[in-house]
């Protein structure tokens, strides 16, 4: 007992120094960007070839931080219960003009009373980083939606999309680290928000085809409104 609750209190020293680590980092890779895009703009071709390739690293770095530490922040973690449907909308508004940009939109349907229990920050994180694939997949005409309902002694979220779509091996590789099909994809969002998910409790379903979408099926214990969680 005794080691194990070292062991969480390291892990959470460790979690708020990465949150903290990512929040330093994040500014002063956005300045190197903007100065090193100048510096392309005035070189010449052999240097801007280099320039390229350095501005890509760059993106790199700042897509795992932000597949991990969008929504870290360097404050402890807290455990409250949610209300689901402010949590989804806030995820909607970040990530609508992302979709827009693709020539799509994201539709979160009408609000529901739900509550569920977890951090705030890391909820938001596991739900955009699916909500991002999502807009990642869309062709022109793309439609994410996002809806939310109680079954039973539980919470469901359902994310859908009618972009690509996956193949039966892509469907299985989900989740599985570094495993991308994108030029600049990670491959760790999706573990991060499995990992996110278990934490809290809850489970995670893909269903996709090649062609006609994927849908996202999340599962989480309900809790009544306003629970004092008390040593949780
Ligand atoms: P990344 O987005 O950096 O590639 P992820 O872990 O978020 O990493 O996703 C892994 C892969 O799963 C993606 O590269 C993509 O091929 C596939 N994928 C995930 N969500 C979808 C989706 N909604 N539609 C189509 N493919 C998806
Ligand atoms: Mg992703």
Not at 12 to 17: A, D, H, Q, T
Not at 95 to 116: M, T
């Amino acid at each position: 007992f005794n080691n194990e609750l070292q062991r969480s209190e390291k892990m959470e020293i460790i979690s708020e120094l990465a949150a903290s680590v990512a929040h330093e980092v994040r500014n002063p890779l956005q300045v190197t960007r903007g100065f090193m895009q100048l510096l392309a703009q005035k070189s010449k071709q052999s240097d801007a070839e280099y320039l390229k390739m350095a501005l890509n690293e760059l993106d790199r770095a700042t897509g795992i931080i932000s597949d991990f530490l969008s929504f870290a922040k360097p404050e402890t973690e807290q455990v409250n219960t949610l209300d689901v449907y402010e949590e989804l909308k806030h995820v909607t508004s970040i990530l609508q003009p992302l979709a827009n940009l693709a020539g799509g939109s994201i539709h979160l349907d009408e609000p529901k009373e739900l509550y569920i229990s977890g951090s705030s920050s890391k909820l938001k994180q596991a739900m955009i980083n699916i909500v991002k694939n999502s807009i990642e997949a869309l062709d022109e005409e793309g439609v994410v939606r996002i809806w939310a309902y109680a079954e039973g002694s539980e919470v469901a979220i359902h994310i859908k999309d009618n972009g690509i779509g996956m193949s039966t091996a892509e469907l299985s590789r989900l989740g599985e680290p570094y495993f991308t099909n994108k030029l600049k994809g990670t491959g760790l969002g999706l573990m991060v928000t499995f990992r996110i998910i278990e934490g809290m409790k809850g489970t995670i379903k893909f269903s996709s085809r090649k062609g006609s979408g994927t849908e996202a099926i999340i599962r989480f214990p309900a809790v009544p409104p306003n629970t004092e969680l008390t040593g949780a």
